[in-house]
């Protein structure tokens, strides 16, 4: 078979993209070692097809053969095999030029004992219509061009390698069922505590003979929808400004992380410990009384997100604080922020959701490199090999990683994370701090909402939680089906927002959940007022 003429790249990238499911690829570790005494190794990631060639299971049982590069020919011809012969050789070629079946007939012609396809861009499996070859018996297999570089400046031009794959993992991944734990008990701890705030405040100012006492308690947590709009818009501008200037921003928000998940992480506790009624010695300063258990708090607190600061590149236990500190962070903000109404909820969820669809779906189109800029953001750009499509995805945690990530997402690690297998497998499932907040605001609102009507059996907040918990299943769902990452919001928002409102149209109280109750049902003379005039009412929103 003569030499075929190549496609061009991006054409090349969809049909072996589109064929990729198709086939029945399988990964498998290459392991490679050089030679001498001392001689260093490492393992890489290779993608084969076991219909066409069984490896072993072990290294122990794997065979030992020596590299050949060949990447600087196309090996399309029985002349491009160099005068030194391939002979029990594992030779490495380029993709391209002629088919790389064409590529492993003339190795195997040439007595090689195995054909590696380096790829400049996409790990291609191994698949094709080889009944045309039935002699091919070589072992065909593809990686990365990059790993290719990385061995040879590792481990210098003579090499050895052996080829194996270790059993598979079990199909079902228990980091899906840890990541919807977390990410649902935060959103109903969350909304649930800023219901008892809300009850807190509505006796408060039943109580308060001061009006404007009773206002000032409000004025810090409460958005208006123009508030909403705006913060959006600076969520968009900072998203552009970490993809221009993440080597330097990378680190302020690192900072800031440190500081807000700190300050999380000790209201969270410190609304524990006041519950509990024993070690409340004080001690006065500057005429405060301040309690001694609160200082140990305060500095434990300091010291986790002081410790995840100096060891957030260890990628064998620091994912375990960084998630503690993500989920006291996500707790605060769902307790803390308010929105006043169910239209500043739709606001605020609408416009995340285009934000999240735009910035993961349409800024490919827009990139040099063809990337998203919220999958290089959520996983650090520039010369990073995971491979995601939005919040929730997984993604390859590589050890000692040349670069920093933003921590803005809650980490699980797989079990093949702590085999020989991270190397090829996607291990570390991630959901984004954003899939968390976003929804939670409004299930807090619900909540709220049923603090002022009244409502005994919470029937907002429960249908709002059990909406959420149906949109990370389906969120999941279509991981599993697709093989693909997703943007949890374009799951989550629809459903918490459909379900909110199906039910407020049941109850006949959509025009008072559109605009917030404002304190209604309470008996108080001051402000049984119309829900036309929240302010009246006792209800403040930040100024537009």
């Known amino acids: 078979m003569g030499p075929q003429r190549p496609l061009p790249s991006a054409a090349a990238a969809l049909l072996w993209g589109f064929l990729l499911r198709l086939t029945a690829a399988q990964e498998a570790v290459l392991h490679a070692s050089g030679n001498g005494t001392s001689s260093p190794s490492k393992d890489y990631c290779m993608l084969y097809n076991p219909h066409w060639t069984a490896l072993p299971s072990t290294l122990e049982n794997a065979t030992a053969i020596s590299l050949m590069n060949l990447t600087s020919t196309p090996l399309c011809n029985i002349s491009d095999i160099p005068p030194d012969g391939v002979k029990n050789k594992a030779v490495v070629v380029q993709w391209g030029t002629c088919h790389f079946l064409e590529k492993a007939r003339i190795a195997q012609t040439g007595g090689a004992k195995a054909l590696l396809v380096a790829n400049n861009s996409v790990l291609f499996p191994p698949s094709g219509n080889k009944s045309e070859f039935q002699d091919v018996k ?59 705030i809300e009850l807190e405040n509505m006796k408060a100012m039943a109580d308060a003979e001061d009006s404007d006492a009773r206002r000032k308690k409000e004025d810090y947590l409460t958005f208006s929808p123009l508030t909403v709009v705006v913060f959006v818009v600076i969520c968009c501008v900072m998203m552009v400004l970490l993809y221009f200037f993440y080597k330097w921003l990378v680190y302020v928000m690192i900072a800031i992380f440190c500081i807000a998940s700190a300050m999380s992480l000790y209201n969270c506790l410190a609304a524990l410990i006041h519950k509990i009624p024993y070690g409340q010695c004080t001690i006065v300063c500057r005429d405060r009384s301040i309690e001694v258990r609160l200082i140990f708090l305060s500095a434990l607190c300091i010291a986790v997100a002081a410790v995840w600061a100096v060891f957030r590149n260890e990628d064998r236990w620091a994912w375990i604080l960084q998630d503690i500190l993500g989920i006291a962070f996500c707790l605060n903000l769902i307790k803390t922020l308010k929105l006043p109404n169910f239209k500043s909820c739709v606001i605020l969820l609408g416009l995340l959701l285009l934000y999240d669809v735009f910035f993961v779906f349409i800024t490919p189109f827009i990139t040099k490199n063809g990337e998203s800029i919220m999958v290089e953001l959520a996983t650090g750009p520039f010369g990073n090999n995971e491979k995601n499509d939005g919040n929730l995805v997984e993604a390859t945690a590589q050890p000692s990683a040349p670069h920093e990530k933003l921590p803005v997402v809650i980490k ?51 249908s709002s939680t059990i909406a959420y918990a149906v949109g990370m299943i389906l969120t999941f769902v279509v991981l599993v089906l697709m093989k693909k990452g997703q943007p949890a919001l374009l799951y989550l928002v629809p ?32 402000y049984a007022t119309s829900e036309e005039n929240p302010e009246a009412a006792g209800e403040q929103i930040l100024p537009q």
């Not at 976003?438 to 049923?450: K, Q, S």
């Open 138 to 196: 070589v072992l065909i297999a593809f990686f990365n061009h990059k790993d290719f570089k990385d061995m040879k400046q590792t481990l210098g031009d003579n090499i050895t390698v052996q080829m194996y794959s270790p059993p598979s993992w079990p199909n079902f991944d228990y980091t899906m069922v840890v990541i919807f734990a977390i990410a649902v008990f935060t959103v109903a701890l969350g909304g649930y505590w800023s219901g008892l």
């Open 412 to 462: 699980v690690p797989k079990l093949a994370y702590f085999s020989v297998m991270s190397v090829c497998l996607m291990p570390v499932s991630i959901l984004g701090f954003g899939d968390i907040i976003v929804p939670g605001l409004l299930i807090a609102y619900c909540r709220r909402f049923d603090e002022q009507t009244g409502s005994s059996s919470s029937v907002y907040y429960v």
């Open 495 to 526: 459903c918490t927002l459909i379900t909110a409102s199906v039910v407020a149209w049941r109850r006949k109280e959509m025009k008072k959940f559109w605009k917030g109750s404002s304190y209604q049902m309470m008996d108080h003379p001051d």
